[in-house]
């Protein structure tokens, strides 16, 4: 059972240019979270996918989007990239919904380790 | 929104001793608290959680206890042996699966 993936492995951009990460989730996984985790601290919530549609999003400006694919996979579009959004990107996934229960477990991919230069 | 506080910030143990890792949080709705493991180079790997309806669960040597009333909840390792060390992670989560991290903790096991 592959767990998530997520690629490329690694990127090098220059300021003012626009990347795309991308994410496969769990089998059986239908919800994919973004989060930013800048060298030395703890991941930060970008947004999350639900059924095709951006369900939450985090303190993040507009330059940060995404899409989801009927297939679940998902992609994360930074545009007009700044020297501060170099950090490692993870994604994760995790069953559809909120249990009744509460938030379901989430599982992180790898991540993707942006540098803007 | 959240708040989540981790201390401490690092940790070194000798192998065989036990480890602990303290987070507040400052939302009281925040209903489920789970803990990651960060290796080198690896994206963070759930090893244990908590809903707010449970006050203690065990995993081997790993445990992790949560007080509602103070908004705090706490990592114990036990028996700890040179695989353990990385970087550990608290979260705090109330519905609709936003996680909000602590800073981390750096534990180092010592042979």
């Known amino acids: 059972d592959a767990g998530v993936t997520q690629s490329p492995t690694h990127l090098i951009k220059t300021r003012g240019q626009q990347v795309t990460l991308r994410c496969s989730p769990k089998?059986?996984?239908?919800?994919v979270s973004w989060y930013q985790q800048a060298l030395g601290q703890g991941p930060q919530f970008i947004f999350q996918y639900y059924e095709e549609e951006e369900r939450q999003r985090g303190n993040f400006p507009d330059r940060f989007s995404g899409h989801q694919f009927p297939n679940y996979s998902s992609e994360l579009n930074v545009n007009a990239l700044l020297l501060g959004d170099s950090a490692l990107y993870l994604c994760?996934?995790?069953?559809?919904?909120?249990?009744?229960?509460?938030?379901?477990?989430?599982?992180f991919g790898p991540g993707t380790r942006l540098t803007v230069l | 929104g959240e708040n989540v506080e981790q201390h401490p910030s690092t940790l070194s143990v000798q192998e065989g001793d036990s480890a602990v890792i303290k987070c507040t949080y400052s939302?009281?709705?925040?209903?489920?608290f789970p803990w990651y493991k960060q290796e080198l180079g690896k994206g963070p790997q759930l090893i244990i959680d908590i809903r707010s309806n449970v006050g203690e669960k065990k995993d081997q040597r790993i445990a992790v206890t949560l007080n509602k009333t103070a908004k705090h909840f706490s990592l114990h390792i036990t028996e700890t042996q040179p695989e353990d060390s990385a970087v550990y992670f608290c979260?705090?989560?109330?519905?609709?699966?936003?996680?909000?991290f602590g800073g981390g903790t750096r534990v180092l096991v010592k042979p």
């Open positions: 939302d009281s709705a925040s209903n489920y």
């Open positions: 994760a996934s995790s069953p559809g919904g909120t249990r009744f229960w509460g938030p379901n477990e989430q599982f």
């Open positions: 979260a705090a989560s109330k519905g609709g699966n936003k996680l909000t």
């Open positions: 089998s059986g996984h239908d919800t």
